[in-house]
């Protein structure tokens, strides 16, 4: 019992950005790339929904405008960034802007491996690839998701393990560590699908 209630110590490298910063990401692969194909059988937008449903955001305002953008999608509509702009509220237009306006970022050592650097040493960018006629959507899209999780996850591990040090009663405690089990199980499977994203 001692050695399941250690502290979790989750790779640094999975909680390199904040909630923020994933959400954000999210929604920007929505907005911009969500109405490309990610395999025969699904968009971009259909991935990305399917994938993050189990984890609302934290931010209110973007679990908002993601929820504006799939009605709109469910209904047919070539929805767009800027689709959008022209046909949301004030409010959704300036979010809007602030997100796709941000620099896309995920953790510089990927890039590194991506070769998403450029000579000057800056991050490439989706138009930078669009240059040279590589289409990098899909494998960001994956990517955003993955972290996206994995920072989701690394959230409830430290809930958990706070409710763990708390828990007196036997069966709650039985209860927790299960949770814990499960949660490390499903960081694994992130952490070799991510291996897997990166070798594409």
């Given at each position: 019992q ?20 994933q959400e954000?990401n999210?929604?920007?692969g929505?907005?911009?790339?969500g ?10 937008a ?7 449903q189990?984890?609302?955001?934290d ?19 070539q929805?767009?960034a ?9 409010k959704?237009?300036?979010l ?17 491996r991506?070769?998403?650097i ?11 690839n669009?240059i040279?006629?590589?289409?990098t959507?899909v ?10 999780k994995?920072?989701k996850?690394k ?7 706070a409710?763990l ?8 405690q ?27």
């Open positions: 001692a050695n399941e209630q250690q502290a979790i110590d989750t790779p640094d490298v999975f909680a390199v950005a904040s909630d923020d910063l954000k999210i929604l920007r929505v907005l911009e790339e109405l490309k194909p990610y395999d025969e059988s699904q968009s971009i259909n991935y990305i929904f399917d994938e993050i189990p984890f609302p955001f931010n209110i305002e973007y679990e908002n405008l993601l929820q504006h953008y799939e009605t709109q999608y469910r209904q047919g509509l929805t767009t800027k689709y959008l702009l022209y046909n949301a509220d004030a959704l237009q300036e809007i802007v602030n997100i796709t306006m941000m620099k896309y970022e995920i953790s510089q050592m990927w890039d590194v991506l070769g998403n450029k000579e000057d040493g800056k991050l490439m960018t989706s138009k930078d669009l040279l006629g590589k289409d959507s494998q960001d899209a994956a990517l955003s998701v993955i972290y996206f994995l920072r996850i959230k409830m591990f430290e809930q958990t393990q409710e040090e708390q828990a007196t009663a036997y069966d709650d039985l209860r927790l560590i299960e949770v814990w089990k499960h949660l490390k199980e499903e960081e694994k499977n992130l952490t070799q699908e991510l291996g897997t994203v990166i070798l594409k």
